[in-house]
């Protein structure tokens, strides 16, 4: 058996079950929604440390000689959770680095947008706007008469030079909550009750989204 000194691992404590399952609703709430949402840093900051924490405490029982066939079945379990945090962490930052490079000129060129990314994506975002435009200026715009090299161009009937989020996208939104009416576009309202499930134009519930009041599915 392990001396009393060793490291014990235990289940996750109901907070930090709480902080897991608030990651996978923002998960899924970025995969759904055709907008980038506002980051979660201070909740990522802390999945992460539990995770080093874990971590840590399995290789000191791993590297233990004394550990019982318990310890090393709760290794195992362990192990499995570490790998599931982490496999959503990486989705969940891929989805926003998708988005990032996807509307990189628009985020940058709108100051409202910068509260949403921490300051390394933003970072991201200007500067690979950046790259895109010298890109395009070096091997199109250049090449065309002056009047036609501009990137804020904006032709009737023609897609934007600066890729936005599409807010009349179709969602499907759970309501977490009894929800107060939203406008659909026909002009009709529509109130959700606590577990209702709704296919809507993104914009319609945007803000409920914001508030917490639903989430994507």
């Given at each position: 058996?392990?001396?009393?000194?060793?490291?014990?691992?235990?289940?996750?404590?109901?907070?930090?079950?709480?902080?897991y399952?608030?990651?996978?609703?923002?998960?899924?709430?970025?995969?759904?929604?055709?907008?980038?949402?506002?980051?979660?840093?201070?909740?990522?900051?802390?999945?992460?440390?539990?995770?080093?924490?874990?971590?840590?405490?399995?290789?000191?029982?791993?590297?233990?000689?004394?550990?019982?066939?318990?310890?090393?079945?709760r290794?195992?379990?362990?192990?499995?959770?570490?790998?599931?945090?982490?496999?959503?962490?990486?989705?969940?930052?891929?989805?926003?680095?998708?988005?990032?490079?996807?509307?990189?000129?628009?985020?940058?060129?709108?100051?409202?947008m910068?509260?949403?990314?921490?300051?390394?994506?933003?970072?991201?975002?200007?500067?690979?706007?950046?790259?895109?435009?010298?890109?395009?200026?070096?091997?199109?715009?250049?090449?065309?008469?002056?009047?036609?090299?501009?990137?804020?161009?904006?032709?009737?009937?023609?897609?934007?030079?600066?890729?936005?989020?599409?807010?009349?996208?179709?969602?499907?939104?759970?309501?977490?909550?009894?929800?107060?009416?939203?406008?659909?576009p026909?002009?009709?309202?529509?109130?959700?009750?606590?577990?209702?499930?709704?296919?809507?134009?993104?914009?319609?519930?945007?803000?409920?989204?914001?508030?917490?009041?639903?989430?994507?599915?």
């Open positions: 058996m392990p001396d009393a000194g060793a490291p014990h691992i235990l289940p996750q404590d109901a907070a930090e079950e709480t902080s399952q608030q990651l996978m609703k923002h998960w899924m709430n970025e995969r759904h929604a055709p907008d980038i949402l506002p980051g979660q840093e201070v909740l990522l900051g802390k999945l992460l440390d539990h995770v080093r924490k874990q971590s840590d405490d399995v290789q000191l029982l791993r590297a233990d000689p004394d550990s019982s066939e318990e310890e090393h079945f290794i195992m379990l362990v192990q499995t959770e570490i790998e599931r945090v982490k496999f959503v962490v990486r989705s969940y930052i891929r989805t926003r680095l998708h988005k990032i490079e996807k509307f990189a000129r628009f985020i940058a060129a709108t100051p409202e910068h509260e949403r990314l921490s300051k390394a994506e933003l970072e991201h975002a200007k500067r690979y706007a950046r790259l895109v435009e010298y890109h395009f200026n070096q091997t199109v715009l250049q090449s065309l008469p002056e009047e036609q090299r501009s990137l804020e161009d904006n032709v009737p009937f023609m897609p934007s030079m600066i890729p936005q989020p599409d807010k009349l996208r179709p969602v499907f939104v759970h309501a977490r909550q009894a929800c107060a009416p939203v406008r659909l026909d002009g009709s309202a529509l109130t959700m009750q606590k577990g209702q499930i709704s296919l809507t134009p993104y914009y319609v519930i945007e803000q409920l989204l914001l508030r917490n009041e639903v989430e994507l599915v």
